[in-house]
C-alpha cells in the first residue's frame, strides 16, 4: 500500500499544517514533436499509414480490427505500445484531432491496455456510416468481450479532445476530456482481470475505407497522487480538505500519537474532485493532540 505521512496537529491553538501532492505523478510522456521515442514498440507496423511531424503522428484509420468477432480480427495496423511503466494504479491519457472523421464503420481511434491479441482494455472514439460518432469501452479476455459495451455519443468534430482510462485495481474506466483539464467519465468501472496489463498503447483502425485520419500530438501515463491533506476547525469539528487524483480513492486515518501504530480509518472516498472537503464528524477531543493523514488505497 503506497501511503503518505500527511500529519497535522490538533491543538489548542491548532495552526492548519499541510503537505502538498500533485494531481498526478507522470511516469511517461510522449509529445511526438517530430520524432517518436525508443520506448515505441509498433506492432503490424505499416509506414504507408502513419507519418510523424512536428506536431505528433498523423495515423490514417487501417481496414482491420483486434476484436476477434469481426470479418477482420487480426488485420489491424500500427499498434503503438510501451512497457507499462507503472507499477500499480495508473492514468493512461492521449490527445487527438480527427483530420477527417471516418466515414466507414466502425473506424476509430482507440486507447489501449494491451496483453495480447485477446486481452486488452479499449477506450475508443468511433463512428459509424451514418455519421455518429460515439465513445465506448469494454475489457476482452481470451476473445471474449467480458464487460458490458458502454457507449456515449460524443462528436468532437475536427477540434482537439482526450481519451483517457483510468486503473484501480482490476476496474478500469473511461474519461473524456475537451481541456485536457476538466474529464468527464463515461462509465461505470469494469473488470479485467490482470491488474498489471504488460504494454499501454494506441491505434487507429477499424475503417474498411481507410477514411479516417487522426493526429495524436501526446500520449501519458500518470500514478494517481498520494493526495495532501490540510485543516481548519470548523464548530469544533476537523474540517480536512483533500488534495489527489479524482476518481483514485483515499482512506482518511487519524491517531491520538505518533509513537502508536493505530490509525483508524474514518472513511474510504472515491475522490469525486480536487480538492474535495471531509469534516470528521467527531468533535475535536478536548482539544487534546491528534494527527490525520491520506492514505492512497491501490
Known sequence: MRMTMLLVLLAAQAVPCFAGGSPQVVVFQDSFS????????????????????????????????????????????????????????????????????????????????????????????????????????????????????????????????????????????????TDGINFTQTNSPFGYPNGHPAKLGFVAMADPGQSGLVLVSSFTVAEPSPGSLSLQLNNGKAGLQLTGTAGATYQVQFTTGLSSMNWTTLTNLALPSSPYPYLDPTPVRNNAAGFYRAVLVP
Open 34 to 177: 517530430g520524432a517518436i521515442s525508443s520506448a515505441w514498440q509498433i506492432q503490424k507496423g505499416d509506414t504507408s499509414l502513419y507519418s510523424v511531424g512536428a506536431n505528433g503522428i498523423t495515423l490514417r484509420c487501417s481496414a482491420g480490427d483486434m476484436w476477434i468477432l469481426t470479418l477482420h480480427n487480426d488485420e489491424y495496423k500500427n499498434l503503438f505500445l510501451i512497457t507499462n511503466p507503472a507499477p500499480g494504479d495508473f492514468i493512461c491519457t492521449v490527445k487527438c484531432q480527427w483530420q477527417s472523421p471516418p466515414t466507414n464503420e466502425f473506424g476509430q481511434v482507440a486507447l489501449v491496455a494491451y496483453d495480447d491479441d485477446g486481452d486488452y482494455v479499449r477506450v475508443d472514439n468511433v463512428g459509424n456510416n451514418n455519421g455518429t460518432m460515439f465513445l465506448e469501452s469494454f475489457a476482452t479476455i481470451a476473445g471474449v468481450m467480458s464487460s458490458p459495451d458502454y457507449y456515449c455519443k460524443k462528436n468532437f468534430g475536427t477540434s482537439p479532445f482526450w481519451l483517457q482510462m483510468r486503473k484501480q485495481l482490476t476496474n478500469y474506466s473511461s474519461w473524456f476530456s
